[in-house]
């Protein structure tokens, strides 16, 4: 029918209603555009985004990721039932009159919430049946061939052994610091998570190298240095400076401070003796346990079977979470590198 093209489609005009809803809710919400200030709030950031790429591997030409992509949804698209949802929920403590650990507990029971509202049992079966002997699919459905599984495992030992080598040194940084490392046990990422990642570029790019697919996964070693709010900033600024002293190479530094879903400062280093990258984040008490709590929800929103409406609903918590962390004085002034 003619000119029948040219109007907006039932999903265009429940988003665009959305939107206006949005708008329309109070400075400081947590799902409105605005800051209790009135400021409007930065841009979200992407997963993705927290696993930075050393600047060599930033590629100008890269396509964009589809707002349309499932894990990858427009945060601000918000489905009429979530925000139904979410006016059926307990009021959230605000940040301004309670402190962290008092706003943990609502948090903690927001999560249980999510997790009985999106169970995972949801998500289709991964079918290994027809697999080639040898190879591996994850949890994601992602896949890698027998031979790419077989390198794989060889990169994954290679790693393992550079990780010894760096710990200790960066076991001498804490011995100095006003910090400890946080976290420890998980300083080596596990095999499928590094698999899965592998698998994620060559999707992407079938003909890829498959030795500069593995050095792109730069926080295969990761490691937390963790300070008190009040020598946050010094903290990191020396450390940063010891761990150069240390025979480390800073590559890249990002300040997340002021992200609307992720508080603290990650970073990329390489070891000059073995080559191998690893990332060191920086971190407060608070910082560290809003990211351990959040963790699972960043996961679901890296996996291609979550949901936009799921996706949704997992921004909202991610950004409540953040919301509630108290920032250091000086954090956000930390400079980014390059």
Avoid at 48 to 63: G, M, S, T
Avoid at 188 to 205: F, T, Y
Avoid at 256 to 273: A, L, T
Wanted: aromatic share 6%; proline share 8%.
């Amino acid at each position: 029918m003619a000119g029948q093209q040219d109007r907006p489609t039932v999903a265009e005009t429940a988003v665009d209603d959305l939107v206006q809803r949005l708008e329309r809710l109070p400075p400081g919400h947590p799902s409105s555009p605005y800051n209790q200030d009135g400021t409007r709030k930065p841009p979200v950031t992407r997963p993705a985004d927290r696993e930075l790429p050393l600047p060599d591997d930033l590629d100008p030409d890269a396509e964009v990721p589809s707002a349309d992509s499932p894990a990858k949804a427009d945060p601000d698209q918000r489905s009429l039932e979530t925000q139904d949802l979410a006016r059926n929920q307990p009021e959230s403590p605000d940040a301004d009159r309670r402190s962290w650990s008092e706003a943990l507990p609502y948090l903690k029971n927001q999560w249980e919430r999510l997790q009985e509202r999106w169970p995972q049992e949801q998500h289709p079966q991964v079918d290994r049946s027809n697999d080639e002997p040898g190879s591996w699919r994850g949890d994601s459905g992602r896949t890698l061939s027998a031979r790419d599984n077989t390198y794989a495992d060889a990169q994954c030992d290679r790693i393992a052994k550079a990780e010894a080598q760096i710990t200790t040194r960066v076991e001498e940084t804490e011995r100095a610091s006003a910090g400890e490392l946080a976290g420890k046990d998980y300083r080596l990422k596990g095999r499928d998570r590094l698999k899965d990642k592998m698998s994620a570029e060559l999707a992407i790019n079938a003909d890829a190298d498959v030795d500069e697919v593995v050095a792109s996964v730069h926080d295969g070693v990761r490691y937390t240095l963790q300070y008190d709010d009040a020598e946050y900033t010094s903290g990191v600024q020396t450390d940063i400076a010891r761990m150069k002293d240390q025979g480390f190479e800073l590559m890249r530094l990002k300040n997340f401070w002021n992200d609307v879903e992720y508080k603290g400062i990650n970073s990329q280093w390489r070891d000059r003796g073995s080559g191998q990258s690893f990332e060191m984040q920086f971190h407060t008490p608070g910082s560290f346990e809003a990211k351990q709590i959040t963790h699972e929800a960043y996961e679901r929103l890296r996996n291609p079977q979550t949901t936009a409406a799921e996706s949704a609903e997992l921004h909202d918590y991610q950004h409540e979470a953040s919301s509630k962390i108290p920032i250091p004085s000086g954090a956000s002034d930390i400079p980014e590198y390059p």
